[in-house]
């Protein structure tokens, strides 16, 4: 059986700008090159096109002026072009820097003409890291634009309803889609769970069957993973239900319907997560104990050793002072050890400290001392 592998946590630097003015918008040192795709649709027509400039933003927006464009940003390692669609879609500066700051809570903010949501993407990449990003998305008029840090496509999902054209991904406006994108987040937060809960199976398992103390840091190591979309799930459930109190026009009635199911899905991904931290603490406790009461079952047999070796360690160690019987005169001296000239004394000492420690075995054994060890 494989057990749980080591997993190891991507780290990401922090920007930390301390005294910058409000709104400044700062790329991090390791951020990609951004890659744009610009789906532009509607009930009867699909168009695609692919670049990494703002041009390639307004030409497709122009050229498809009746369409609903989805504006998907993968890397945010340029600073002009954050600028840029600041400057085209009127977006105040501090969203800009808040997409830019990796390190957002999901959180929803409503503006004039547009809302600003941010969300936490979390997977385990090729490599068993357990990766945590930032999803970013603003919705106004008939655009939603989302910004990703890095190139994985994680809405393949999306892209290949828009290209099936089934359902209403074409029809419900860029409000439905910020949803979409939304739930794509939670649903794969289920199949994160669900990995996890294979591993504390798997780690339960070994638990039974050889423990080890591999076993209370692969608990550990789970526990914190689940802190990690703990602290997710959390903000996550207060921004959908943010949206779903929202009184923007981006943000249709039909589409609150939808955020609702949303919020149910985040309601029991939250209890997962906290079922799954009770076992991990659990699997720890457990392997402490089994470890506490093995360290008593070794305790108890060293005393039993040791109870039945103590008188016969006394009774050699009497005999083993080897006071003289007889004085230098040849006078017997009458209280110094008689039994050392016993006829066969030695056997005789050997087998009442024989019989000594059958006795005290036989108490042992009718106490039930040897039937629990």
Known sequence: MAYTRRVRYKNKKRNINVGARPGTVIIPEDALPPKITIYSFNQDDLQVSNGTDMETITRQIAK??????????????????????????????????DIVNTHQRPKFDEYEGYVFGTSRVIYFNKENELVNCQFSGIVKDNIVISFEESHLDYFEVITTRLKAGKGIIRTGGPGYIFYALTD?????????????????????????????????????????????????????RDKINDMIRSESPEITQETKLYLRDAYDHCIQAMDMVESYKEVTSSIIDLYLSMVSNRMNEIMKVLTIISVIFI????????????????????????????????????????????????????IFWRKGWFNKL
């Open 184 to 236: 794509t987040i939670l649903d794969n937060y289920f199949v994160m769970l669900s990995k996890i809960g294979d591993m504390i199976d798997q780690t339960e398992d070994k638990l039974y069957q050889s423990p080890d103390k591999s076993i209370m840091f692969d608990a550990q190591q789970l526990k914190r993973t689940l802190i990690i979309i703990r602290r997710a799930c959390w903000p996550e």
């Open 64 to 97: 498809c002026n009746d369409h609903t464009h989805w504006i998907k940003i993968n890397g945010l390692g340029d600073a002009k072009l954050m600028e840029d669609i600041g400057t085209f879609l009127g977006i105040n500066q501090l969203v800009l820097e």
């Open 311 to 362: 008188p016969l360690t006394f009774i050699a160690g009497i005999y083993g002072m080897n006071f003289s019987r007889e004085d230098t005169h040849g006078h017997v001296i009458r209280d110094n050890m008689p039994e050392l000239y016993v006829q066969h004394g030695y056997v005789y000492a050997l087998i009442g400290m024989f019989l000594i420690g059958a006795f005290q075995v036989l």
